[in-house]
Every structure is written in C-alpha cells, then in structure tokens.
C-alpha cells in the first residue's frame, strides 16, 4: 500500500528515535537503581528513607503525571531563570523514564541481593571479610545472573513506556504515527497496523531472548 | 554462650542511632517545611481541590469498570491459551503476544482514533446509543460529549489488561497439580466440575496477589486517558495549570495532582504487600520473595517451582 510505503521512512526515524530512548536512559536507571539500592539497604537512616520515599513516590505516581511535573512544571519554573534550553522533549523524557525505571530497578537490585543465601554473607563475614568484600565477591557475581531475566523485561517495559514522549511532542515513533494520523485520518488503522509492527519488531526478539535465558538459567539452578 | 546464640553481623558502630535519631529531626523539619508550601498555596488548594478530588472518583470509577472488564477479557484468553483446540489457542496467543508487546497509549489511540473513527463511519456512535438510552430514564443530559472517549478508553485499557491477566490465570491454573485433575477425573468428575470444586479453588490463592499490583498500575494507565480528553485526573490537572501564568503556581498544581495518585495508589501498594505476606506460603518462599513478586510477574512453569524466577507476565507498571 502506497500510504504505507510514504510513511515507512518517518516511521523507521522514529523506531530509531524510541531505540535512543532507550538505549539512553536504560543504563542510567540501572546505575541511579544500584545507588538506590544499596542508600536502601543501608543502616544508615540518611540514605535509606530518602531511598525508600524516592522509590515509594516514584512507583505510586503514574508516569505521565510525572512527565508532565518535569516537562511543564519543572520547565516553566526554569523559565524563570533562562534556563529553558535544558528543558526539551529529549531531556525530559530520559530523565523521567531513567528516574521511574531506577526505582523498579532498585526494587530488582534488592530482590537479587536477597536471593543470595544469607549463609554465604554469614560464612564471608566470618572469615573475616569486610561489608564491602563480601558483597563485591559474593553477594554481588551471585546475584548478576539471577537479576538478568527482570532486566531484561524491564527494558522491554521501558521500550513501550517510551511512547509516553508523544504527550510533551516528543519525536519518538508514536508522535510520528499521530501526526500521520492527523494528517491523513481517511485512513488511520494502516497506520497504526505500521506502528505496532514496528513495535513488536523491537520487542518480540528481546522477550523471546529473555525466555531462551531464562530457561538456561532455570535449567543450570 | 550468648555469643554463639545471635547471627553473625558487622560491628555496629555505637554512633549509629544517634545519626539516625538526627535524620528524623530532620525528616520532621522537611516535612513541617512542606506542610508551609502547601499553607502558602492555599488559595489554590480551596480552588481546585474539590474537582480535583470529583475527578479523581472518575478515575477510580474507570479503573473499577476497566478491571471487571479486563477480568472477563483476561477468562476467556485463557480459556483460549488453554484450549485443545489449535486455532483458539492461536489467536489467543497472537492476542497476548501482540497487546503485551506494543504500548498501551498506542493501543489506545488505536481504539479511539482508528476503530472507533472506523465504526463512527459505520455508524456505531456511542455517545447517540448512550444518549438515546439514557433519555428513558430522563437523565441524558448526564451522558458528557466525550463519552466515546470514554467509551474506547475503557475498552482499550480492559483489551489491554485482559492480556496480562490472561497470563496470570493460565499461570494460576497449570500451577494446580496435574495429579490433582487426575485424581479428580479418574473418580468420575467430568472436567467441568474438576474445574469448578477442584482447580478453580486452588488456583485462585495463586491469582489473588498480583491483582492489587495490576489495580495499581491500572490507576496510574488510566491517567493515560487524558490523551483521548477524557476528564479524568490527569486531564483535570493539565486543564488547571496550562492556564496559569505564575510557574511556581504551576508546578504547585501538577504537585497536587501527583500527591492525590500517590494518596490513591499507596494505600493499595501496602494493602497488596499485605496481602502478599499472607499469601506468601502459597508460593513456598521466604516473605523477601514475596516482596520480589510485587514488581515482576510469574510466568506457569515458575509456579509451583522453589526457584522463583520473574519473567513476562507483566506486573507493575510498570
């Protein structure tokens, strides 16, 4: 169909586009996520509540109204003070998704932290080991496995939350599809036939990748 | 000896609770600090409160209808996924597949925007069906103009849930041992009534946990329906702080709205981790496990297994 082929190369950029997304502020939630794991599991009440309210607030509040707190709120009180130009579709958008997935991510950190046997830390710290060592060679080579298959999902998550861009007139593939639709709403639906073949295109594989690993990791438990 | 009695741990440092016993102080400074920034904004808060609060009963109200709704959608995909029948379990599995792997705002600007422009074309209103259906009771003025937003908003969020529930009950039912159906059978039941006394009851203790998580992401999914112009919270909240000028007024009305969802959905995190606690010996599974099955979902061979392991079946909103 020739609407299809007009519009696959605007499509394909915004593919493209999710993709950076993604591939963007994934490794920032996993490493804003280690942080906040280990400020939670701290002792120390100054890292751990500030961790667990972050966390707490980031998972109760949907991720639209906080993309809209950082694009609109956020960005008009920059306005005040010039500094309206940090303030697009690609920066909001990363900081949000990369601060909401690190508080999912923490959540998964955590789990895996508490999956490795406490004899193993028991039998480290006995030996001699200090705090530090025993989870760096211990808890940690352990736990890494165990932690894949969830981040695995959470990155296919992630792939489709990327869509929420669309509401600050992001570039991403459903602003294109929008505008496609808007401009041509005789016929919408091969349209968004184009847009969820694309989106299956990137997410079927990596989930049919994390079942593969997992039943690998299953099967070697 | 004493000694060998407790766990081993690190030294505690002696300083520690005096560190934390500051940080409360401190904790209860911050949060004093916070009840002034909402006193200084209490012409806005006398202001928009109460529709926000009205709009945040239509999000739960769409929540509730859109659960029900995606619980029959989610039985009969998994009627599907489960069938002897090749070609329903084909489509059922297309459907999971499919919805589970595209976003759920896309999912509903395809409803809104394209099957429901389609059907509009083909004559199906469902504003004119509702309107005319509620000038019996003499209340179609109650019917608003954007009920076919909300009309296809709930059915694209039920289409949508009732995929990630088809996989929660498929995962429920294959956890019921097998041998539990061949007993069942092999003492004359029929498979309709081993469903009914037998697997249904079983299965039900392993579907009951993730329910409250996917109510939960299903309060925060709703918001999306702003997109469509349905007056639910969100939208409320960006129709009341576009038009203001002042941007600390603005941000102070989107912070409203962010603690009304978070006043809506953490009640219900700490009603689900509950509930999770008391379900957790179903799952054969310390409670630290059970907390790890709040943020992720089971898939039917975890089940039922010690190695508890998080695949897709989605759970939270994430």
Known sequence: MSLIQQALPAFLIGARNTLIYCFVSFPLALLLGLLLALMRSSRVAWFSSPAKIFIEVMRGTPIITQIFLIYYGIGAVLAVYNLSTIDNAWTAGIAVLALNYAAYEAEVYRAGFLSVEHGQTEA?????????QNFFRIVLPQAIPLMIPPFVNDFIY??????????????ELTSVLQQWVFTHSSTPIPLYALAIVLYLLMSLPTSYVARWYERRLRAAL | MQQTMTGVEPRTRSWLPVIN?????????????????????LDLITLYLPFLLQAAGTTIGITV??????????????????????????????YVEVVRG???LVQLLLWYFGIGQLLSKLGFDPYNLAFNFMTIFQSNSLVPIIFSAFFYGIIGLSFNYGAYLTEVFRAGIESVNKGQTEAALSLGMNSRQTMRH???PQAIRITIPPFTNYFITLVQDSALLSVLGVTELEQTIGSFAYPLL??????????????IYFAICYPISLLA?????RFARAYQITGDKADMLTTDMLTSDMLGKQVVSFSEDEGNNK
Do not use: H
């Open chain 1, 124 to 132: 480290a710290l006995s030996l001699g080991m200090t705090s530090g």
């Open chain 1, 158 to 171: 992630m792939l489709k939350d990327s869509a929420i861009v669309y509401v600050i007139s992001g570039t």
């Open chain 2, 21 to 41: 016993a500051l940080y409360y102080v401190v904790l209860a400074v911050a949060v004093l600090g916070f009840g002034y920034y909402l006193y200084r904004n």
């Open chain 2, 65 to 94: 209808v859109s659960m029900v709704l995606a619980m029959i959608f989610g039985f009969i995909g998994a009627l599907g996924r489960l069938s002897r029948f090749a070609p329903s379990r084909a489509i059922a599995t297309v």
């Open chain 2, 102 to 104: 595209t976003p759920i």
């Open chain 2, 198 to 200: 037998i697997v249904l």
């Open chain 2, 246 to 259: 002042n941007p600390n007024q603005k941000l102070f009305v989107f912070i409203l709205g962010a603690m």
């Open chain 2, 273 to 277: 981790r509950l509930l999770e606690g």
